[in-house]
Structures are given as C-alpha cells and as structure tokens.
C-alpha cells in the first residue's frame, strides 16, 4: 500500500534533548512538508523541500532542522532551542502541481518535560 | 499576505442534518485553489474537496459541496444529509500559486460534532 508513515505516535522526551521524528513515504512524491499542530490553530509550516538535498523553511522554522538525502525520506529534528516543542506534527507530501492534493501521514505527538 | 479566516470554531447538528461551515480568505492573486481537509479524531488528515478559482462552477463530492463566491472571497463547505462519521475537525486551506512552491496557507479549523 502506498502512503506515507510517521514514527513514532508517540515521543516523550525532556528539556534540553534533541528529538528526530521520522516521516518516510512510497509515493514517488517529489514535494514534502512538515507541520506543526496546535489546539485551536491551524497546521503551520516548518519546512518543506521539493527535491533531494534541498529543503526550505517554513514560518516557524526555528528551533527545528531536517534533510532530505532520500526521496523517500525527510526527518525532523526538533532542537533545545525550540522553546515550545511539545506539540502534533504532520508529515506530508505531494506531487509538485497546481492544485496537487497533500498527502499526510498519521502524525506523532511529542511531549517535552 | 494571504490569510484564511474560519469563523466558526464548533458547530453541532443532528444527524441527517445539513450544515454548512464557513471560510473566508484574502489574496490579491486572480488564479489559485482552495481546498477542505477533515480531520476526524483518529487526527488523519483527509482531503474532501477542492476548488479551482477560475472555475465557475462549485465543486461537489458524493455528500459535500461547496459555494465558491470568488468576489467575496468566500469558500464555504455544505455537507448533507450528515453522518456520525462526519464528526471531525474541518479545515479550509489556501494554495499560493506555483511561484510561492504551492504552499497551503490553513484556517484554525471548525470541530463539527454529528448528534445521533
């Protein structure tokens, strides 16, 4: 089945530790994007790259890094200097298109103590 | 900038009922596309619609439709004959054309609750 997957669901981490979320999909998709998920707002853009070994931030870039060495992959890192990390992000992708739908995987919940 | 405004943070029907949930953006661009995503609580975002602005005609998928007032810059979302499984989180999006890379530019949400 083709889609896109997140690991983990869920990820518990303390203050001051760097923390990799993994999205990986089978799409053939060129685009990817990573949001992030507050209660009561809507999905921010933290980064997104259109091609391998080349990504670009978002609106809330800071505090967050990715790569994109494989189509297939692109891993965030959430930082110590995000100062409110603990959030739901969502990994995404889609073909490179006016109109293009995006694809999303199921999330992972991170939660910073 | 452009921006998306939805302006009703929870709605609630019975089921069977019609309802409609509103968005409304602001861009100075001419061609572009809007888009209804839902989000039931398993949090899987799912597209349910989606609209081209230079097309006149409303788009409509099995029991969702839209109204697409592109003067008012109104993108409104009608889902009939409603079911329990409709009940999720709904959000209108915003596509920057090709020279912004495509982005999605999302409204807060509306959490529709679906009454049996």
């Known amino acids: 089945d083709g889609g896109i997957t997140q690991s983990p669901k869920y990820l518990f981490r303390k203050e001051g530790q760097n923390v990799t979320l993994s999205c990986e999909q089978n799409?053939?998709?060129?685009?990817m994007y990573w949001y992030r998920q507050d209660p009561g707002q809507g999905l921010r853009l933290i980064y997104y790259?259109?091609?391998?070994?080349?990504?670009q931030k978002g609106d809330i870039a800071e505090g967050y890094s990715v790569s994109r060495e494989k189509k297939e992959s692109f891993p965030l890192t959430v930082t110590s200097a995000q100062k409110n990390p603990t959030a739901f992000y969502l990994c995404a992708s889609s073909i490179l298109a006016g109109g293009s739908e995006q694809y999303f995987g199921p999330g992972t919940r991170l939660t910073v103590t | 900038a452009q921006t998306v405004t939805q302006s009703q943070p929870e709605m609630s029907v019975q089921e069977a009922e019609t309802v409609t949930l509103s968005c409304t953006y602001d861009t100075s661009e001419s061609n572009y596309y809007l888009f209804w995503y839902k989000q039931p609580p398993s949090r899987q975002m799912i597209l349910v619609i989606r609209?081209?602005?230079?097309k006149q005609q409303n788009a409509t998928e099995n029991r969702f439709s839209v109204n697409f007032q592109k003067a008012a810059k109104s993108f409104s979302l009608k889902i009939s004959d409603s079911q329990l499984g409709d009940t999720a989180m709904y959000f209108c999006a915003f596509m920057k054309p090709w020279d912004s890379n495509y982005q999605l530019i999302w409204g807060a949400g509306t959490k529709l609750i679906i009454k049996p």
């Open positions: 790259s259109q091609i391998v070994n080349d990504f």
């Open positions: 799409l053939n998709h060129d685009a």
């Open positions: 609209q081209e602005a230079y």
